[in-house]
Structures are given as C-alpha cells and as structure tokens.
C-alpha cells in the first residue's frame, strides 16, 4: 500500500503563529497539521469569502472535512505554506492504485483478511495494473468529459489500444493472444472471465456513468459480431478488427428502434437486395445508439423480408446520427440515427441472412455479465462514499454514523453489495469452467436472474444512499457527486440489455426448461 499524506512545503509553524494571521489582510487556518494561507483565495472560494474569515487563525480540520472531499485539498495545494511544528499529518491521501482501507470498500477477495478460492497471481496482478491506469487516465479524463459532455479523447483511445485495454474489454479469447497487456499484468492466453471482471470492475470507479458507456461500450457490444460472424468475408473482419482495436475507428451495435426496443423481432428497418444480388438497399431508424453518434461502423439489426438479419454499414451517404439528450452524459454519444437509402455490399452481412438473432444473441450473455459486472461494483462505490460521509458529517451534534436509522441503511447496503459479489463471482466461476455452447445452454437464464437483481439493489442503494447524503445526493459537483450520478444513473442498466421484468421472464422460462416432467 503506498498511501501516503499530503506533500507540502517543509517550512514549520506554531499555532500561535497561526492564530495572528486572522486580519483582513491575512486568513490562515490548519486542517489536519498542515497551514494554509488562503488570503488570496478569499474571493475565489465557492462557498464564499465569509466561512474563511470565521475560521482564520484557527483549527480548521471538523469544519473542512464536515462540507469537502479531501480530493479538494489535494487540488488546491498551492495554498498550503508549511505544518504545525512537531505534529503529523493523520488523514491518509490515496495514492494512483491504492486499495481502499474503508470496510467493505473493496470485495473480499481484495481485502487482505480474507481468502478466495477463485483468484490466481495474475488476477492480482492484472487488478493493481488495471487500478494503477484507472486512476491515473480514466478517472481523470471521466469527470472531465462527464461534466463537459465531450466525447472520449483519442488520446486515451491510444493508450487504451496501447496497453491492451481496448482488447481486454472484450473479453477472453484469440483476439488477446500475443497482444501485451498492461505491460504482461496476464498472458492473453491465460486471460479469463475473473480478468474480464476485474477489468469492468476497476474501470467503474471512475463513477461517471455516461463517459463509461461513452468509452468504447459500442464496441464491447458491436465488434463481438464483427469477431464472431465475420469469417465469410476474412479481409473485411481483419480490418475492422485491426481499425477498431487500434483506435483508429470506432464501432456501435444499432439494433433498438423506436418501434422495437427489447422486442427484437419486430425491427422496422429494411434490407432489400439490389437486383444483381451485389447490394443491400437500407432504409430505417435506430434509437438510443451508444457511441453512434461518434461511430466509424454500425452492426446493424436489419430485416430481410423473412427475418432478421445484422450487416456491419460503415458510415457514409445515407447515414445520419445525430444526439439524443437523455438523463445521463451526452459523453456516452447516445445517437438516432437514420439509413436513408443506404447501398451495403453484401459481404458486410454477419452470419446467415435471416437468422440474425443468432448473432445478436451471441453476446447477450456476455453483455448482460459485463453489465452485472459494473453494477454490482458502482453499487459498492457508492456504499463507501455513505460509510465515509456517515463517519465524517456531523448533525445534531453526533456523527451520522452514531444514529441507528443511518447504520441500518449501510447494513442492507452492505448485504446487498456482498450477496451480489458472491453471486456474480459463483456465476462468473461456471463461465470459465464452461464452453461457449454449454454456457449458451446453462448460463443465459442465471445471467439474467443475476443482472435483473443487481439493478434491483442499485434501485435500493440509491434511494438509501440519497437520503443519507441530503441535498449533496442530488448535487453534481463536490462531495456528493459520485451518489448524485448513481441515482441519476443506475436505471440505464436496468433498461439497457434487456428490460429488468424481461430478463427476469427470461430466468424462470429457462429454468422451466429443465423441469423434470414428472408431477412432483
Ligand atoms: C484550503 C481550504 C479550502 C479549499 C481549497 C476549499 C475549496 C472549496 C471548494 C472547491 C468548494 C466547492 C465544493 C467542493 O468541490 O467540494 C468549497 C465549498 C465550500 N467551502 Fe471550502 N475550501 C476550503 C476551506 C473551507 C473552510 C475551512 C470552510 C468552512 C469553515 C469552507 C466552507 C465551504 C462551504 C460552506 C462550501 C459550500 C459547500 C456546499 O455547497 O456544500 N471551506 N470549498
């Protein structure tokens, strides 16, 4: 663990050299040891001139931490001139792939304590590499973009591509081996469904849930078609393998419709062949498309008269994306997009024509885990935030934490986060042991079950977490914006790869299939 405390310049005070220094033209304070001269910020501060002058001179640290994140401090160092003569700084400062030492704030396998029949060395290896690059790029970029509503930078399209994590996203398979990840943190060959897990759980924490869907989640999604069913045509698929997993191009799977939306089969959009047999003729719209508004390739649900059918449309003539405003970032590229006439070749056809579905449902166990996968860890987040917040604030003169109504809302908040975690890592266990044909058969409906009930408990845990936090739970900036985003946002995966009350329809039909026939 390399947490450490703040670094600031080495020049010591007293405090009673502190205390001169509450005059008009001079504010200092201490929090936590350290001396900060802050006359020059009165005017800049954003919760006003006045609260600095009531605390100059004085030990500040109760009434710091009662209204911040300590982040603040870390970005405001300039302002510190030196510490209190013969005292020590006691409040930890988290350093770039640091473990949280909150309880529960890390799944058990991750907290020291605690053994895991399930993780090898290279698991490890591959969380504290994946933590390392998540902290120091992702977060980062994300609260940047999340705010701004800008798309991804290229730059961290680059680095991703560069360290191997543009291909890790897709989890296990060839398109890993020989590829160096985060500097050999795994072989691409030993690469398993734990890894896949670790990845979509260290990303997540950058608690920006619009950038998160807005950073490749169209090719989690999209190119998996591209790599399952693109053999018939070898040369399109290593391109657009090769284009997207370097970063040069992006990709999006556009199958919703504003007619259709869990309900596949009844897609709008048409394909209908030219009559030399050499093209397909597009017309149609697609709704909620992430990443469309940015993306280079569109997999693309299609019908084709006597079924459906995906063809991989590259942007061009006919196409046309354009923004869809919804409740989280405009950073995800949520587009609409129309094909107006569009002229596809036909070796861009995925898979068989007419059966379609068997593309489409080629990766929706995969999608739905991923999804589980982020959910269950922002849900964590969020409970650390609230066992920080509830240690921290003081009302009523007693610390939140020290009121039984406050501890019970953590205690169904911590049930939930573990019994989703052990669930997801016994699921997660019957993938790696399973092969694709088995895991089709065995997997789809425990998936679902999974996914189904961790959007559950996300509903659950936002709500609490909202009425823990107050008016800083509904506020985007400062100390409550990681729960502000959570409950803005946790519906998008109780909708997104299939509407909760389908999945859970999904879970008991298959299980109804391996009813024993006999009356019992
Ligand atoms: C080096 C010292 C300080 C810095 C750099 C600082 C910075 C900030 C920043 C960036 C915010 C915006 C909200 C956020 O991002 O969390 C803020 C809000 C605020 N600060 Fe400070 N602050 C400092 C010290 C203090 C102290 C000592 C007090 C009170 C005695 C105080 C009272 C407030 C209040 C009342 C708000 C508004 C909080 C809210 O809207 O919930 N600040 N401060």
Redesign the pocket.
């Given at each position: 663990m390399s947490s450490s405390v703040l670094e600031v310049p080495s020049k010591t005070f007293t405090r009673a050299e502190v205390a001169k220094h509450n005059t008009e033209d001079s504010v200092w304070?201490v929090?936590d040891t350290v001396v900060?001269d802050?006359s020059e910020?009165l005017d800049a501060?954003?919760?006003?001139e006045a609260?600095?002058r009531?605390?100059a001179g004085t030990d500040?640290t109760a009434?710091?931490y009662n209204?911040?994140?300590h982040e603040?401090?870390q970005?405001?160092s300039d302002?510190?001139i030196g510490t209190i003569e013969g005292e020590k700084q006691s409040i930890i400062t988290p350093q770039a792939g640091d473990l949280s030492t909150v309880p529960y704030a890390e799944p058990l396998w991750l907290t020291p304590q605690f053994k895991s029949p399930y993780f090898k060395d290279s698991h490890r290896k591959l969380q504290k590499a994946m933590r390392i690059f998540t902290d120091k790029y992702i977060t980062p970029e994300a609260l940047e973009k999340e705010r701004s509503g800008e798309i991804v930078s290229q730059e961290l399209i680059d680095r991703m591509s560069k360290a191997g994590v543009l291909h890790m996203r897709m989890g296990p398979g060839k398109h890993l081996h020989g590829v160096n990840l985060l500097d050999g943190a795994v072989d691409g060959k030993e690469f398993d469904y734990f890894h896949d897990m670790i990845c979509s759980q260290e990303a997540v924490r950058a608690a920006c849930r619009g950038f998160q869907d807005g950073n490749m989640a169209g090719m989690v999604i999209g190119l998996t078609c591209v790599l399952n069913y693109g053999h018939k045509n070898p040369a399109l698929k290593a391109k657009v393998e090769e284009e997207c997993f370097s970063g040069k191009k992006k990709i999006c799977l556009a199958i919703t419709e504003a007619f259709a939306g869990s309900d596949v089969a009844g897609l709008r959009t048409t394909a209908k062949k030219t009559p030399d047999g050499k093209h397909y003729i597009v017309n149609g719209t697609k709704k909620w498309i992430t990443n469309g508004v940015f993306s280079d390739y569109f997999v693309t649900g299609v019908n084709t008269g006597k079924g459906l059918s995906v063809l991989l449309i590259p942007r061009g003539e006919g196409v046309e994306t354009k923004p869809i405003k919804t409740s989280y970032s405009p950073a995800a590229g949520t587009a609409y997009i129309t094909f107006d006439n569009v002229k596809v070749p036909v070796e861009n056809l995925l898979g068989e024509e007419n059966k379609g579905i068997y593309v489409i449902l080629s990766n929706f166990n995969h999608e739905r885990w991923t999804m589980a996968c982020a959910t269950i860890r922002y849900m964590r987040l969020v409970t650390e935030e609230c066992l920080k917040w509830a240690h921290q604030r003081i009302v009523f003169k007693k610390r939140l934490i020290d009121q039984p109504v406050i501890r019970q809302k953590l205690a169904k908040m911590i049930a939930l986060c573990e019994s989703h975690q052990s669930w997801l890592e016994t699921i997660t266990y019957q993938m790696c042991n399973m092969s694709y044909s088995q895991q089709a058969k065995h997997m789809g409906g425990p998936i679902a079950l999974l996914k189904m009930s961790c959007t559950r408990a996300a509903h659950e845990i936002a709500d609490e977490a909202v009425q823990i936090w107050g008016g800083?739970g509904l506020?985007q900036?400062?100390?409550g914006r990681v729960i502000e985003n959570f409950n803005r946002t946790y519906k998008f995966d109780s909708i997104l790869g299939g509407a909760e009350e389908v999945l859970g329809d999904l879970g008991v039909r298959q299980a109804m299939k391996f009813m024993p026939k006999a009356v019992l």
């Open positions: 304070f929090i900060y802050v910020f501060h954003p919760g006003g609260v600095l009531q605390v500040a009434a710091f209204l911040h994140r603040v401090l970005k405001y302002l510190a800083r506020t900036t400062g100390m």
